[in-house]
């Protein structure tokens, strides 16, 4: 056979994701970088975490903590985990069983529904939400079912999620601090989650990744503090975003035996185990808890420097709740769509922001845009001064 005259061809293959391509985060960003805007975009700090968080991992390193760890985490940040779920929410979860240290929470978010999503089973995201919520579900077999949170309030509907459950209801995913609108469930919607939820089979993904940043004297309400909810319930959290190293890529889900032993099953496979000498370093600085404890403080103090300065623009300031994401409703602004209003913003004022219909599968545009404001004093600032024509 004479290969020579056969031009080399790749394989068609049809794409387990047709519809998805680049994300807004990276295309917002690369804009920014090209027209030299202050990037307000995607969600991640431009200042330094603590030295002493950098040291640990120097340190676990030059002691040799290089080689695999066990596959559901190093012991010790494990149990720094359940110690700490424990003191916050008054929930024990057993380290050995119950906790696992992931590779970022959108692994483990993927790692969950792999777990539990079969071809055809239909999970529940409450729109907008983060954008690898419905991949994910994709991913596993199963069939995204989109409920809108209430618009410009950003509230759950609880008629429209009922009227979302079947008996093909696999699961549900729920976020708060919520990402992008920076409103929080209260005590009061969790407790009607759980009724909801308490006849069915239906499991919860619950995405706490910005649990340390509840502002204004309120608590963030874990679906550890419900019984009847943490019964159900894969919960997420990262320690990226709680410690501003987003770039480490770690974070853990803490969830009852049995769903754990599935998780496992799966996580074992797609990740095995985490950055080893990190996980030891996580765990030492665990033992003190003031850096997360005053993570609500150093954040709403960027919030208000923020909004102060926005206030003074023609921008409509929507509540920031938590989270670090402020939302504007642009309408006395721009009579642009929200998308086309943001490639205007970094070309012509030098700001990134990010489209709330980016958020949504079917581009809805109530006139909101987010920013981040999980940056330097003196980057906020900066925007600031740009914005302040508008």
Known sequence: M???????????????????GTTIFSVM???????GAVNLGQGFPDFACDPQLVDAVTRAMQQGLNQYPPMPGVASLRQAVSQKI??????????????????????????????????????VVLEPCYDSYGPNIELAGGVVVRVPLTPRSFRPDFDRIAAALSTRTRAIVVNSPHNPSATCWTAEEMRRLQDLLAPTEVLLVSDEVYEHMVFDGAQHQSAARFPGLAARAF??????????????????????AALT???????????????TPVQHALAEYMADPLPYQQLPAFYAAKRDLFRDGLARTRF?????????????????????PEA??????????????IPMSAFYANGFDQ????????????????????????
């Not at 004479?2 to 998805?20: E, H, I, M």
């Not at 997420?236 to 190293?245: A, D, L, P, Q």
């Not at 981040?372 to 004093?377: G, L, Q, S, V």
């Open 2 to 20: 004479n290969t020579a005259a056969t031009p080399a061809r790749t394989p068609a293959l049809q794409s387990k994701l047709p519809a998805v």
């Open 29 to 35: 960003s690369a804009l920014a970088a090209d027209k």
């Open 86 to 123: 424990e003191a916050e929410y008054g929930r024990r979860y057993r380290p050995e069983d119950e906790v696992t240290i992931t590779a970022g929470a959108t692994q483990a978010i993927l790692t969950a529904l792999l777990a539990v999503v079969r071809p055809g089973d239909e999970v």
């Open 235 to 256: 919960i997420v959290s990262s320690f990226g975003k709680t410690y501003h190293v987003t770039g480490w890529k770690v974070g853990y889900v803490a969830a009852p």
């Open 261 to 275: 032993a599935e998780f496992r099953k799966v996580h074992q496979f797609n990740v095995f185990t985490v950055n």
């Open 316 to 336: 409509e300031l929507l509540p920031t709740e938590g989270s670090y994401f402020q939302c504007v409703d642009i309408s006395a602004v721009s009579d642009l």
């Open 340 to 353: 086309e209003f943001c490639q205007w913003l970094a070309c012509e004022v030098g700001v990134a922001a």
């Open 367 to 390: 006139r909101v845009v987010r920013f981040c404001f999980a940056k330097r004093d003196e980057t906020l600032h900066a925007a600031l001064a740009r914005l302040a024509r508008l």
